[in-house]
């Protein structure tokens, strides 16, 4: 009795101790049994209590209670076992002891099983649902402890290869370290990483479970009866023993990680998305095309506001849009002012969907159109964008000063198949537009009046030189195509210096080569019958005027055309422009020969390329064809015998180079208005290249009228040409090749001649003995006609 109370005591010694300094969870236990060992005295009423429960168990449990008692006897070694565990896991073993009171008095240990291992006997393993013994619920509650004491060790990173890195050496720095190593660092600043970015490690555990091993070893009896049941240790992912090599030596033994490879991948994107962003930077701009609005509309930036257009037949079209104040009220008989005060612009966006009105004018039947509020500009492009830059192609046509709408429109078929962009500038026509009294000159200072359309071209131009390339079009590539009274104006222009930055190339389709000569004094003069049917003394008056009257004070001598009839010796002539002493100094003649002569000696070179062009059948019109039914030799010799040419009794010169048809007729009347003195001009004169367009062509020969008329040429370049027959088609192809290329190139295609022959193909007119005849007898350039 007394060996076992001495064992009891002992037992609750090491409790107690344990309870103290080992872990909180068998403290607890070690209260209880002592308490339970002081308080119960080995009483009468715990002894029966226990004899009851012994009595109610089976045999096979009081055999292994009496074994487990045996056991636990060994006091030494159960000191030892637990000395071993705390020795050698990194935390405290959580044993927990809890046990009876047998009927001797000392404590029964419970059998515990230990990880690794599982200890049963053979009938047990038959019942699973039986309820969990006090060994199981110890058990839990002990993996519940170390899976917390587990929760606050350091995390073991997946990126293991990255802790050779001194840095990393240097940021983890272990408790466990010595006091050299402390030592050693002493002074620096020691980083920590928080518990939300660390890992659990698995080496704690892997320790916990070979002590726990080892005590099972030394707690179990070399034959205890029960069977035991190894559990395989899981085998060691060969993953796992690379992680913990460094990262030279995965590379020399060739085994790598998941993580070495999802570095390697990453730093390959990182180099990939470099490069394609240093290739991206370096062609970094504006945008190639600007986006649609509702797959239609699109938007362009001007000087004085944004703008919309339309995406129409494979263009953008931009309609109506300003270039120059209105010219209305106090800017009547003003030069053009361009929109160069953000006062004078518009909020928002401009919407240039639909064609504005027309300046006023005057049609050929008599009738008026237009308004005066006309400033504006048309402009149809392929693309609308700034890489790659397009040809314009400004487009300046009218019949006459008067007015009458002319064929050079822009073209959305040629914008898109050939690559340029149209612009249409409106300008002022008429009275509006080049009316010089001195009533208006004395107005202002200096004082000047007329050539008011001109100064509209010329800010017109101003305008696209600022704005083009916000469309696509290249500001320094820009063609001047004039037509008719449009070619003229054009003509005029390239006389003023202050043009001369702002275009690259002419192109002069029927011109008049009828320029003023007159000094503004001497035209004032000649316009005062417009100022008595106005009776206003001041330009105020003037201005006051509404734009039905004042177009009702034109004399009708000044509506008329001449192009189409044959030249008398008292015909009056009677041209719009003046030489106002500011926009136009000189006479164009003499303008273009000091240019020649400044390119000729190298000093300056302003003289830009220059084409002149017309047609064999220019003066065609149908009213004058509808004069008569029929048209008789008779009828043709007689007109022709009434003209200049029977007053130098020059007919039957004339006759022996045209027939006498009408056909004969309107050519003889196009040579002596329009084709000799162009050919004067261009080949005497300035010594630019010149086309002729031949009535076998443009007029398609059989089947068609055999006559090319005054739009020929135009049509043909701009698409609008009736090409019916095999021959018209070859006709236009021609004339675009021919005019196109210029566009692009500055030259025209094939060898230059001073004369080129435009029919089904491109032909060199070595000379024009009818020209030579009429520049002989004085009649070219002299009744050429006046715009």
Known sequence: MKSVEVSSFVLFLFLFWNAANVNPYVRIHANQFYCCFNSSDMSSTGLNKVDYENE?????????????????????DVAEAVSELKNEAEGPVKSALAGDVTEQGREVK?????????????????????????????????????????????????????????????????????????????????LKYPKLFQKRSDSAAEAALASMETLDEKLDPANDGMENVKLEPMETEEGKVATKLPLKER???????????????VALLVLLVTIVGIVIGAYAGPPLERPLRLGRYITASTSCGPVEGILDEGVYKFYGVPYAVPPIGERRFTYAQPLNNISLCWNGTLKTHEPGPLCLQFLENGTITGEEDCLTLDIVTPH????????????????TFAGGISPAQPSALYARTKEVIFVRPNFRLGPFGFLAL????????????????????????????LNIDNFGGDPKSVTLLGHRAGATLTAALTTSNQAQKLYSRIWLSSPSVIFPGDPLDQSQKDNEQFKHLSKCKDAECLRRVSTTELLSYTPDTWLGDNSGTMPVSDETQRSWLVLDGDLLRLHAYESWDLQKEAKKSGKEKVFKPMVFGTTQHSSHSDLLKMKHLNWTSEMVEK????????????????????????????????AIRTLCPLVSLARLRLSVPMYVVLGSGAGGGAGGSGLADVNSDVEAIL????????????????????????????????PETGLIAVGQDLLPLHGLPVCDLLIREDIVPRYAHVD
């Open 719 to 750: 698409g609008t040409f009736e090409s019916e027959m095999p021959e018209q088609r070859r006709f236009m192809a021609a004339m675009q090749q021919l005019f196109y290329y210029y566009i692009w190139n500055g030259v025209l295609p094939g």
């Open 56 to 76: 109610s168990k089976t045999l096979d449990k009081q055999q292994i209670e009496e074994e487990e008692k045996e056991v636990m006897l060994k006091s030494d």
């Open 384 to 399: 609308v964008r700034y890489d790659s830059p397009l040809p314009v192609v400004v487009l300046i046509g009218a019949n």
């Open 438 to 465: 001195d009533i208006i000159s004395n107005s202002k200072y200096p004082p000047t009046s007329g050539n008011y359309a001109l100064s509209d071209l010329l800010v017109s131009l101003q305008w696209i030189s």
């Open 639 to 670: 007109i022709v015998n009434e003209s200049i040419i029977g007053e130098k009794n020059i007919t039957a010169s004339v006759f022996s180079h045209f027939n006498k048809t009408y056909e004969g007729l309107v050519e003889l009347i196009s």
């Open 110 to 190: 419970p059998k515990y099983i230990p990880i690794g291992a599982i200890k049963m006997p053979g009938f047990f393993t038959k019942n699973s649902e039986k309820v969990k013994s006090k060994d199981e619920e110890v058990i839990e509650k002990e993996s519940e402890i170390q899976k917390l004491e587990e929760s606050t060790k350091p995390k073991t990173h997946r990126l293991q290869f990255l802790h050779s890195c001194p840095l990393t050496k240097f940021l983890h720095h272990p408790q466990h370290e010595n006091e050299d190593a402390k030592a050693e660092r002493k002074g620096l600043f020691v």
């Open 251 to 265: 590379i020399r033994q060739k085994k790598f990680i998941i993580d070495d490879i999802v570095v390697c991948i």
